[in-house]
């Protein structure tokens, strides 16, 4: 698709369960983010990589959140032992380049994560 | 750090009219970009406007133009001649290369256009 793909778009689960949420970013797109966007808040910075790596983890809340992004294009968001508190939603941007003054992050439309 | 503060929570204004939503920032950074994206209830952002710090010249696009006071870490959106369609949360976003191209917003501002 010509867009930021993001999958699923709702999950539920349950308290204490292990999630994975997909992001398929734009072809070619060297720059990938992960926010998280909690009722009634403007999203909060995750992670960010650049091609394989991840160049900036400062914003995941504790270790039991991770993200990989194997290949430079899709990435994957992992939350272990869910937690209430997990519920919101999670978007995921991507950008063909950093830093430059045509920058633009395209984001995907999020996968809405309730933890019962 | 960065702050982005957005005060109206939320903003009607009826169709066809202005409208100006505020934000203002703050940074000790000197090369940075400013932004206002749009949330429909589709969650998808999209992008609206953006401005680069070291431009003057205020950013227009098409009906969306930003007035930008940087002494004052000033960045307001005004929307002319509203329509039903720009009915959406607004958010306010600041992005410094220094800071791992990561992206500061706003609380947002919801903004419903009154038919």
């Known amino acids: 698709g010509a867009g930021v793909s993001q999958t699923p778009s709702n999950k539920v689960t349950e308290k204490g369960k292990y999630v994975e949420l997909r992001c398929d970013p734009i072809s070619g797109h060297t720059a990938l983010y992960w926010y998280r966007q909690s009722l009634g808040q403007g999203p909060e910075f995750l992670i960010y990589?650049?091609?394989?790596?991840?160049?900036?983890d400062s914003g995941l809340p504790n270790d039991r959140f991770f993200a990989v992004r194997p290949e430079g294009s899709v990435s994957t968001l992992k939350i272990q032992r869910t937690e209430r508190g997990d519920s919101a939603v999670y978007l995921c941007?991507?950008?063909?380049?950093?830093?430059?003054?045509?920058?633009?992050?395209?984001f995907g439309q999020g996968t809405r994560l309730t933890v019962v | 750090a960065q702050t982005v503060t957005q005060s109206q929570p939320e903003m009607s204004v009826q169709e066809a009219e202005t409208v100006t939503l505020s934000c203002t920032y703050d940074t000790s950074e000197s090369n940075y970009y400013l932004f206002w994206y749009k949330q429909p209830p589709s969650r998808q952002m999209i992008l609206v406007i953006r401005q680069e710090a070291y431009k003057q010249q205020n950013a227009t696009e098409n009906r969306f133009s930003v007035n930008f006071q940087k002494a004052a870490k000033s960045f307001s959106l005004k929307i002319s001649d509203s329509q039903l369609g720009d009915t959406a949360m607004y958010f306010c976003?600041?992005?410094?290369?220094?800071?791992?191209?990561?992206?500061?917003f706003g609380t947002g501002t919801s903004l419903t256009v009154i038919p």
């Open positions: 976003a600041f992005m410094t290369p220094n800071t791992g191209n990561q992206f500061y």
């Open positions: 941007a991507s950008s063909p380049s950093s830093g430059k003054a045509d920058t633009e992050a395209f």
């Open positions: 990589f650049q091609g394989t790596g991840a160049a900036d």
